[in-house]
């Protein structure tokens, strides 16, 4: 069981419903005080404004989605992602996120060069990290399930998380995102959890659906799938992690559809039983 004030709910989970400032003000009517910012969000409403509302009602941020997708092998295309994910760390420090989520990015344009695309994105968080450093915001690479490898994200598992933040070697601004959905099924995702010990600065939860529809925006609720949270939970926090439990939810045909109070009552409801 859970304690109900590490709960976060990432605003996502709210995406087809509400405005940014609705997600805030709705959770804050829940007693949710810990959410996560939908960059497309925070556009829209302003980053000076969506920052204000935030602290308006004492939110706590987790992570600004998202930064990176830095794999493109056309050189400008390349930098225009680099120079995009700066602002995002900007936006981040001016919203007080503890961090980036950041995500590699997938393959692009029907290239079959996955080796190179990981070497672009391992780079593409290479230049950004003095940025990060300077702001005081920090890089949480996120590792997507290896079946989103083409579309979203050719970092797939702990390991090769693990594997570049050595690369990068500063631990004290990059850290790793653990969300359930990517890494459940890992053969190695115990030990390779246990190896990041303190890199690991975020923990998303949410569950995968043994008849999903759609391997992006179909996840369940926890206690709706196949993934085994509360041991997930456990060892992370055996590997020392004390933050959020961070709910993010991508469901275009069933929890997008739903009134968001409804759903934040369920979710605190499983909160407390799956997680
Ligand atoms: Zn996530």
Redesign the pocket.
Same mark, same amino acid.
């Given at each position: 069981m859970t304690d109900e004030a590490r709960l976060a709910i990432h605003q996502v989970t709210f995406l087809r419903h509400w405005s940014f400032r609705e997600s805030v003000e709705g959770l804050a009517r829940h007693g949710v005080r810990k959410t996560a910012v939908w960059r497309p969000k925070l556009q829209e409403i302003g980053v000076a404004e969506g920052a204000r509302v935030l602290r308006d009602h004492g939110m706590e941020v987790t992570g600004l989605s998202v930064g990176g997708l830095v794999t493109s092998p056309d050189a400008r295309d390349w930098q225009s992602a680099v120079d995009d994910t700066r602002k995002v760390i900007e936006e981040a420090a001016m919203v007080g996120a503890d961090h980036v989520v950041m995500l590699s990015g997938g393959l692009v344009d029907g290239s079959k060069d996955v080796q190179g695309a990981r070497d672009r994105a391992l780079e593409g968080i290479a230049q950004v990290l003095p940025d990060a450093r300077q702001a005081g915001v920090k890089l949480g690479i @996120?590792p997507l399930h290896p079946m989103l490898c083409e579309k979203r994200a050719v970092l797939c598992t702990m390991g090769q998380a693990n594997d570049w933040c050595d690369f990068l070697g500063d631990d004290q601004t990059v850290g790793i995102?653990v969300?359930t959905y990517a890494v459940w099924w890992d053969p190695s995702l115990q030990a390779e959890i246990k190896r990041a010990g303190p890199r690991i600065c975020a923990l998303?939860v949410n569950d995968w659906l043994s008849d999903t529809r759609d391997l992006r925006l179909d996840r369940g609720m926890m206690g709706d799938g196949v993934i085994d949270i509360p041991s997930i939970r456990s060892a992370v926090e055996g590997a020392g992690y004390r933050g959020p439990c961070e709910v @993010?939810i991508f469901s275009e045909r069933d929890w997008w559809q739903r009134d968001p109070d409804e759903v934040i009552r369920i979710i605190k409801d499983r909160f407390r039983t799956w997680v």
């Open positions: @996120e995102v969300d998303h @993010e």
